[in-house]
T-cell receptor, first 113, second 115 residues
Framework: EAGVAQSPRYKIIEKRQSVAFWCNPI?????LYWYQQILGQGPKLLIQ????????DSQLPKDRFSAERLKGVDSTLKIQPAKLEDSAVYLC???????????FGQGTRLTVV | AQSVAQPEDQVNVAEGNPLTVKCTYS??????LFWYVQYPNRGLQFLLK????DNLVKGSYGFEAEFNKSQTSFHLKKPSALVSDSALYFC?????????????WGAGTKLIIKP
């Protein structure tokens, strides 16, 4: 089966600009996660969707980050405006149900200059 | 509070020797436990999981992990290390009773296998 698809793989933007990331989960996976991973650290959950509803967005900086999952399939994560400290890898993952393992995309490496 | 500890930032092992990467956890209920591996410039890959049943779980690439409820540990092991096993390893836990099914991650352990 096809894995989790993410685009773009790399993005360089200036601070205060906006950026969007796209994720296509594995077909049939109801749960979708967006993680932020700073170099040398473990992944930090930004937002978790169950179908197109938000289960957990407690660590999402809502003043600048937003995410949506229309129709319960693809998802986009947006940052506006970006700050230097947003430089990280943004990982998308999906799972069949909340209680099973998550499968990850290759991530988008964001550099804010 | 739920937490995962990976006490070693880095583990160095000679090729051919057995390896162990340690993980301990804290949850209020029963745990689901996972190990993931991350190669440079790659996303996380699922290695193995413990849900229920046998305490010894076998996974991908010859890895296995042992669930020890009394010690709240889930150490990752491999009998004979390969240079290609060098990567970043993450342990994660989910509390079965958590209605949000949130996955708690360890900080990761860098595994270096020397030829």
């Amino acid at each position: 089966e096809a894995g989790v698809a993410q685009s773009p793989r790399y993005k360089i933007i200036e601070k205060r600009q906006s950026v969007a990331f796209w994720c296509n989960p594995i077909s049939g996976h109801a749960t979708l996660y967006w993680y932020q991973q700073i170099l040398g650290q473990g992944p930090k959950l930004l937002i978790q969707f169950q179908n197109n509803g938000v289960v957990d967005d407690s660590q999402l900086p809502k003043d600048r980050f937003s995410a949506e999952r229309l129709k319960g399939v693809d998802s986009t994560l947006k940052i506006q405006p970006a700050k230097l400290e947003d430089s990280a890898v943004y990982l998308c993952a999906s799972s069949k149900r909340e209680a099973t393992e998550a499968f990850f995309g290759q991530g988008t490496r964001l550099t804010v200059v | 509070a739920q937490s995962v500890a990976q006490p070693e930032d880095q583990v160095n092992v000679a090729e051919g020797n057995p390896l162990t990467v340690k993980c301990t956890y804290s949850v209020s209920g029963n745990p689901y436990l996972f190990w993931y591996v991350q190669y440079p410039n790659r996303g996380l890959q699922f290695l193995l999981k413990y849900i229920t049943g046998d305490n010894l779980v076998k996974g991908s690439y010859g890895f296995e992990a042992e669930f020890n409820k009394s010690q709240t540990s889930f150490h990752l092991k491999k009998p004979s290390a390969l240079v290609s096993d060098s990567a970043l390893y993450f342990c994660a836990v989910r509390d079965i009773g958590d209605s949000n099914y949130q996955l708690i991650w360890g900080a990761g352990t860098k595994l270096i296998i020397k030829p």
